[in-house]
Each structure stands twice: as C-alpha cells, then as structure tokens.
C-alpha cells in the first residue's frame, strides 16, 4: 500500500479510483465494511482502491475541548487499512484552512486530483464547510460529474449499530470484551515501557509500567486479563490501571504483570490487548492484603485464559 500525506494529481498514476471516503477514525467492523467494498468495486474495474481520511481528528481543529480519545494511533491505523487491500492510502492533516473548504470545493478537489469513478461513503458522512456535505449533495455531484457514489448502510452487531462513539463508552467503562466484538479485534493500547516504583517486584509480582500517549483511548481503572507478543513468543498476563490509590498514588498509569516472563523490556514498545476485566480499581489496607488480590487476580486471569485458549 502506497501512503501519501498531501493532496496531490494522482490521476495519471492511479486510474479508475475507487475511493473510501470518512475519519475513520477506529476502523470498527462498520468502517473495515465501507473499506473493503470500495478495495472490491476498485477490483471489479480493474482500478486502484483508495481511502482518503485524515491524519487529525477534525474536532482537534473544529472544537478541540470536544475531540475524543483515539482508538488506534496513526501507524495502526495504516496497518489495519492495509490489511484490508487497499492499494493507496491518502491521509492529510484537517487544518484551519481545510476547515473553511465549502462542499462544493471538497468536490472540486477531489475531481481535479483524483477524478474518482467510484466513492463509497457510510450514512454519517458529512463534508465541507459546517458538514454541509451530505451524501445526498454528493450523489448528485455524481451524477453530474460522472462518478458513482454508493452509501453503505448502518452496520450492526448483535443489533447493536457499530460506532466509535459506542466502542469508545464500552472501553472508558471496561467492557473491553463487547468492545472488542465492535472493533472486530481485540482493545489494544502500545506504549513504551518506562521505570516505575518497583513495588510490585519487592511483592512478589513484577510488572513493567508502560507510557502511553495522551491522545490515545485507556480502559477504565481496574484489573484485566491481557496478552502479549514479545520477541515474537505470545505470552498472558494481568494488566492494572490506575492510580495505586492504596499508596496513595496520583498518576494515572498502565501496569502489566506477565505471567511465566522475565527479562529487561525498558525502552521497548509493548503492544497490550485486553481480553476481558475481572475487578475494578480498590484501595486496600494495607500492602498485604494487596499481595493477596493479586494472587486471586491472576487466577482468575488464567482460569479466563483456559477456558479461552
């Protein structure tokens, strides 16, 4: 898959595009759907199947108080895209000035540079100066400009309609398990593994603490069971967030203790996906009675696992 970060003529290199048009902005099951019809129709036509997204959310620059938590970061974002078939991927910054684009310009720039022959869009797709794109508005810029525009319809789970916002209230609550059925993969956080207080090494139970970035979605505080590759080898694991009230702790932070691993991870990017929560954040009389939880928090982690292969 070719990447390309800014609005360029493509019309030479890429005949007879098909485009996926949206935010994209957690590739859940609805939007892998919109995708991969377009990779499909690109395929039926023997053209070049494209997603054309931003690397921003746009309410980072709309209303920035308003921006939501990330589900995947932008690297994984690619990935997951790729995966899927596309040939190209367009992924340019949503700036103050792209802001000010009416619908009509978005259209026109879209026809001077890619000349789409195909666009699939989802039922919420809105564009252009205060969303006042909508996909009817588009349709008929199809039809005048000769390009069809197909609108995906509302993709359920479980009668459940797919949406980021949705998968976003599932995770912040820790229903990590229903999120992942959204996602149409497991809830995954990477962060890099950084030095903590050691406490769980002086009990018994060492964890490698990770930092994750800002803008990036974590479960609600508590305790998960989880997994890993490390070095190529999958191992399981128990996960805390939280802020280690019974030390009184003020720092948010992640927390993993993998279960039959040991060995120096300082530095490295850790990719952690969370299958299923067991309890939530407690604060504990002392560190004793922590040690014991602990202890049950891993049974009950691999006790998930076995009957979870």
Do not use: W
Not at 33 to 42: D, L, P, T
Not at 101 to 117: H, R
Not at 212 to 219: D, F, N, R, T, Y
Request: net charge neutral; hydrophobic share 40%; charged share 15%.
């Amino acid at each position: 898959m070719e990447i390309i970060k800014e609005i360029i003529n493509l019309t030479e290199n890429f005949p007879r595009m098909t485009i996926a048009l949206g935010t994209f902005d957690g590739i859940h099951l609805g939007h892998q759907k919109i995708i991969s019809r377009a990779v499909n129709v690109a395929k039926e036509i023997n053209g070049t199947s494209m997603v054309f997204t931003f690397s921003n959310h746009p309410l980072s620059v709309v209303a920035p108080q308003r921006c939501p938590l990330q589900l995947v970061t932008q690297d994984d974002k690619a990935e997951l895209i790729e995966k899927l078939g596309v040939d190209v991927l367009l992924t340019i910054p949503f700036t103050p000035k792209f802001l000010q684009y009416s619908a009509t310009q978005f259209i026109d720039l879209a026809l001077e540079n890619l000349n789409p022959k195909h666009i699939v869009i989802g039922p919420n797709y809105f564009f252009g100066y205060k969303r006042s794109g909508t996909p009817e508005f588009l349709q008929q810029a199809g039809i005048q400009h000769g390009f069809e525009v197909e609108v995906h319809p509302i993709v359920y789970v479980d009668d459940i309609i797919v949406s980021s916002t949705l998968i976003r209230q599932m995770i912040g609550t820790g229903n990590v398990d229903q999120a992942a059925h959204l996602l149409g993969r497991p809830v995954k956080v990477k962060g890099t593994v950084i030095h903590g207080a050691k406490r769980g090494r002086q009990m018994g139970y060492p964890t490698i603490n990770l930092e994750v970035a800002s803008h990036l979605i974590l479960p609600a505080d508590g305790v998960y069971a989880v997994s890993l590759t490390i070095d190529n080898i999958h191992y399981n694991g128990v996960a805390n967030i939280g802020n280690n009230p019974t030390f009184s702790g003020i720092e948010r932070r992640l927390e993993v203790h993998i279960l039959n691993f040991s060995g120096d991870l300082y530095g490295q990017s850790i990719t952690v996906c969370f299958s299923k929560h067991i309890r939530g954040q407690i604060t504990f009389a002392s560190a004793e009675e922590l040690k014991l939880q602990i202890c049950q928090d891993i049974k009950a982690a691999e006790a998930f696992f076995i009957s979870n292969p």
